[in-house]
């Protein structure tokens, strides 16, 4: 077990809460303007070297974020260094730098991030850091929006703790066999990975016991929330121990994203990750204004002319889904779907099936974008814009994956064409126009 010397007490695990009487007096002092007498001097510097001394410590919090330049810097385990050479990872992306040290001292974490920079590690390594190889309960419970980001969440977890003897993790997610969950779940894994919808039925089965979590971790909060998961969410959090260290990650931070974080991450540290060049995939970003009725002969056009062997497909329906799906077989052309409708087990089908080439086209809905995780994607295409801006770029992190450069496409219709110059508007980046090459 890693840094099993360095476990932590019951005691221990009561985490760092500011206390906002203690805060709002002292921002109230030091905007308030002192006249100094002679009994006030011992008192005002004594509120200078505290101010000083805060001061320092967020300096120094900067000074240790840039001094870390690989993960041999945060003094890891040997468990998960190992893993971390295997996977050929050797410098954390800047979520992680940040995020890492702080959840492992205990504190709450709020923070924001685009996808495809890391997150799971950013979370994953101190929780596997600080388990108890010798309890028997779910210590380390995970929240996520949808049943492939899940299965994504622990395949990538059991991969940074592949050198962890004994170490159990769960999926808890709906459209899958009870009883297998229910065997797992018995055999007392020490981390769940769940949705929320699915966990709460196993709750009142009394199948699973969060009543001793030392973590919640709410990945992609801002897409659970959309999803109108907002009360379970409130319900999960309520059934967990209220010294329990919570950390909430998303992509955006939208009103209901910070009426949680108000109400369960009073204290937590707060980190804004602006994308960089070096944690964000390289993907080339290309737009083809064409009819409607033109798009399925642009799209296969397009994959011959870039010699695209692997691609995912959006659309903004499922109805829509099913139906380029069909156009496609009907030419000949091999592909397949997915979106809210089908079953777990015909999903991991799939899923398989996609991942080994034996179809080249994969064609999704938004929902089914945000557990898709294949590293050999070449290319994206936007069959239909997306109708929020987060979509666009949620859609395009299922390219350019593993450090590898990928390619999106976004077919726009002449309708299309104000939400399309909306989208590039706020994500600010550079598209190119292939109208007139192709």
């Known amino acids: 077990m890693p840094r099993a010397d360095q476990m932590p007490s019951d005691q221990e695990r009561i985490y760092m809460q500011v206390n906002e009487t203690e805060l709002s007096t002292l921002e109230e002092n030091n905007l308030e303007e002192f006249d100094i007498k002679d009994d006030d001097i011992i008192e005002k510097d004594t509120e200078e070297n505290d101010t000083e001394e805060n001061d320092t410590e967020e300096n120094d919090t900067e000074k240790n974020v840039s001094e870390i330049n690989s993960f041999a810097d945060l003094t890891l385990s040997k468990e998960i260094t190992k893993a971390l050479q295997k ?3 050797h410098t954390p992306t800047s979520v992680q730098k940040q995020a890492i040290p ?3 001292d205990g504190f709450n974490l709020i923070a924001k991030a685009p996808t495809g920079t890391g997150k799971t590690f950013a979370y994953g390594i101190p929780l596997l850091e ?6 028997h309960f779910v210590q380390d419970l995970i929240l996520c929006p949808t049943r492939e980001l899940a299965l994504q969440i ?3 977890l059991r991969s940074i703790g592949q050198y962890i003897h004994g170490l159990r993790i769960c999926a808890v997610i709906g459209g899958q066999s009870l009883d297998k969950q229910f065997k797992e779940l018995a055999a007392h894994p020490q981390i769940v990975v769940a949705t929320p919808g699915r966990l709460l039925d196993h709750v009142n089965r009394r199948t699973i016991d969060i009543s001793s979590v030392y973590s919640v971790i709410l990945d ?4 659970m929330l959309n999803m109108g998961f907002i009360k379970d969410i409130r319900k999960i959090l309520e059934l967990t121990p209220t010294d329990k260290q919570v950390a909430l990650f998303s992509a955006t931070m939208s009103r209901e994203v910070m009426d949680i974080s108000w109400q369960y991450l009073q204290g937590a540290v707060d980190i804004d990750v602006a994308p960089k060049a070096e944690d964000m995939p390289q993907i080339k970003q290309y737009i083809m204004t064409v009819a409607e009725k033109d798009k399925l002969d642009t799209l296969i056009k397009i994959m011959n002319t870039k010699h695209l062997s692997k691609i995912i497909v959006f659309c903004n329906t499922k109805t829509r889904v099913r139906h380029l799906t069909e156009r496609l077989q009907r030419q000949g052309i091999a592909a397949d779907c997915l979106h809210g409708d089908i079953n777990q087990n015909t999903r991991n089908r799939i899923m398989d099936g996609y991942r080994k080439g034996s179809f080249p086209i994969l064609i999704a809905t938004d929902i089914a974008a945000r ?3 294949v590293a050999d994607v070449d290319g994206v295409f ?5 109708k929020e801006n987060e979509y666009y770029l949620h859609r ?3 390219t350019g994956r593993a450090h590898k450069k990928g390619a999106a496409y976004t077919l726009v219709s002449y309708l299309e064409t104000g939400r399309m110059e909306e989208i590039i508007k706020y994500t600010k980046v550079q598209v190119e126009d292939l109208s007139k090459v192709i």
């Open 87 to 89: 996977l050929d990872l």
């Open 154 to 156: 622990c395949s990538e």
């Open 102 to 104: 702080v959840m492992m």
């Open 220 to 223: 992609e909060a801002d897409e």
């Open 382 to 386: 936007n069959y239909d814009v997306p």
């Open 130 to 135: 600080y388990l108890n190889m010798d309890a």
């Open 396 to 398: 395009i992190g299922r």
């Open 371 to 373: 557990g898709i995780d």
